[in-house]
Each structure stands twice: as structure tokens, then as C-alpha cells.
């Protein structure tokens, strides 16, 4: 469950955010979370109520965006998106960093997102 | 931007009264920087850390014990112990002579750079070479967080079945090295190891994977003469 740590660092960094521009009431929380992180979106959105409550952003929205991975590869200058795994026994195709043109190892340049993509207020 | 998802029951503020600020503010940039922290702390120092992960039950604590049996004449070593509470580990390889740290992370699933961080203010930094991290036993939560060591060892084993690759990809996505334990067990737990071998090399091509097992001793040099740190490679 290190959801519940990522939850606990997105309210309190918020609400830092907040006081430090003297915002009254936060609306909506947007995150970013790429799909190479272990992050369970439903988790998360768990959790992120749960260390709410009580707090200033009690009633706030969470809305999670899913960022696609995107692998490079330095033997065959690849870039896209990366070679699934998926077998009889997958529950859903599991991301890799096969080259799906090479069979080569990539490097991920995108899919390791974990942020705060922004905030919504009401004045 | 206007949130299209009506998802939140009462919003009092009118649609023209809300405002957005663009953030772009990575949740997990306070951990990572203590773990680069801890890096330039053990680079100054010449030491090379490991930080070992893998499930309950993989055989981690094992594992660094014939690890530091190997090693400890040749570098000076030590084991930061993560567990949630219990301490016999810690004993267990304080037998050896060599400094350990128990990190008790409580109810923690990971460990994270702030503890380690607090367990290198512990030892004496200018006596070590080698520091083996062994992390809470857990295949999905440390995989987000790193510690600052120089790599990450995966310790999977024939007895958590054939599938511990396959469900677990996060883990070996982000490893440098792979040690497939308990190798002995493996015809009794009818696992094959060259297909826990094979998963490993469809997620990352090119990781190192070493079958081991601290019964027979098979792979343990190997995987010791892969983490004997060079000295002479000590860093500027």
C-alpha cells in the first residue's frame, strides 16, 4: 500500500500549495501516473479519501490521467510505445522493455510519472 | 480548464469561479532526493550500496548471510536490515561480526531514502566498502522508491511458484540484477528455472539473472564477485 504514502504526500504538498498562494478552497486535484509505476488508480483515489478527511480538501475531487510509457531504443533508434507481454494467463497485457522492432532492451522514457499535474480552486 | 467529471457531490463555486493552476510537481521528487543525496555520500566515500528486494520468504536475509560470508574478508561491509519490526534478522547476521542496522519501517511496505539515510548517520562511514540494503519483504511497494544505492538486486525464488515474474514485472523492470533462489527446491516445486530465467529476459533483455541457492552454494560466487566492490574504481 504505498499508495497511502503517495496519497499523504498529495495532501500535503496541496495544501502547502494552497496556503502558500492564499487559495480558499481547493476543487480538484489532477495527478498524472504513468504506466510504468506500480500506483493503483482505484487505491490511490482510496486512500486519497481517507487522509482527506478532516482536512481543507475533504470534498476535493481526485482525477487520475494515465500517461502511456514510451520506450527508445539505442540499438535501432526505436521510439513508441513498448512490447506487451500478453499470454493465455494475462489478466492484462503486461508492459516490457523489449524493443518491439529489435528485440533489444529499451530505456523508458516515459511512464514513470508520479505527479501533481495541477489543481482546480474556486476563488 | 472546467473539470468535466460531475463525480463530486456539492461544489458551491460557479464554473467562472474556478481556477486552475498548472503544477507539474512529482510526487516522488522528495524521496529521490534524498536518494541522490545519499548517493553523493557514498560516492565520497568509495562505498557501493545494494539495495536487495524481493517477497517474504525469497530467502534476502539468507542470502546476504552467505553474501557477507564471501565478502567480508575482502571489504568492509555492512547490512542495513529493513523489517517491520522484528529484529532476529539483524542478529542473525550481527553473528558475523559486521555492523547492521535494523530499519523497523513499523507498518511501512517499503523502505524509503529518509531511513536509509538515517541508518548511513549510523555507521562508520570511512571503515565500508559495501553496504547491502536488504528491503521489506515485498515485490510491488519499493519499486517507486529509491534509496540512492547503486543498484537493485531482485531475489525471487522456485518456491513462490512459476508465475513471481510474470506478476510482479514493476520490480524486475527496475532491477540491475536478478538472483533466482533456492534453485535445489526447484524439481519438488516443479519450476522451471530456465522459464523464470526466460520471463525475466522478455520484460528487460539484457538483466543479469544468477540461479543461486544457499543449500548447495550454487551461484554464490558469482553473485559475490558481482557485488565486491572494486576499490580501485573509487569515485573522484
Redesign the interface.
Known sequence: ??EL??AA??VE?VLG?AEA?GIG?V??VR?AIGE????QTEQLKFCYESVTRETALA???L?IESVPACVKCANCNYEGPPKY?MDS??EAP??????PEC???TE?ARGH??????????? | ?I?T?P???????KPE????????????E?NAKIARANRALLDEHGITAVDIMGAIGSGKTTLIGRLVERLKIKCGIAVFNGDATVAADTELIASQGVPVVQIATVN???L?ANLVGKALKSVKLTSLDLILIENIGNL??P???PLGSRSRMVVVSVTEGP?MV?KH??MF?GADLVVINKTDLAEVMSVRVEQLVNDV???????RVIPASCKTGAGLDEIAALLAPEKAAANA
Open positions: 500500500m504505498h504514502s503517495i504526500t498529495v504538498d500549495f498562494r478552497k476543487v480538484c495527478l510504468l509505476t506500480c500506483v470534498d476535493s475531487q482525477d507481454w494467463l494475462s503486461v508492459p516490457t522493455l523489449q524493443c528485440g533489444k532492451a523508458a510519472e508520479c505527479a501533481i499535474k495541477s489543481i482546480q480552486y474556486a476563488a | 480548464m473539470n467529471q463525480m463530486t457531490p456539492v461544489i458551491e463555486a469561479e474556478i481556477y486552475d493552476i498548472e503544477l507539474e510537481h512529482s510526487l516522488l522528495a511501512g511496505c517499503h524509503d510491488i511497494c519499486a517507486e522508491f508465475w510474470k514485472p514493476h523492470l529476459h522478455t520484460l528487460k533483455p539484457d538483466l
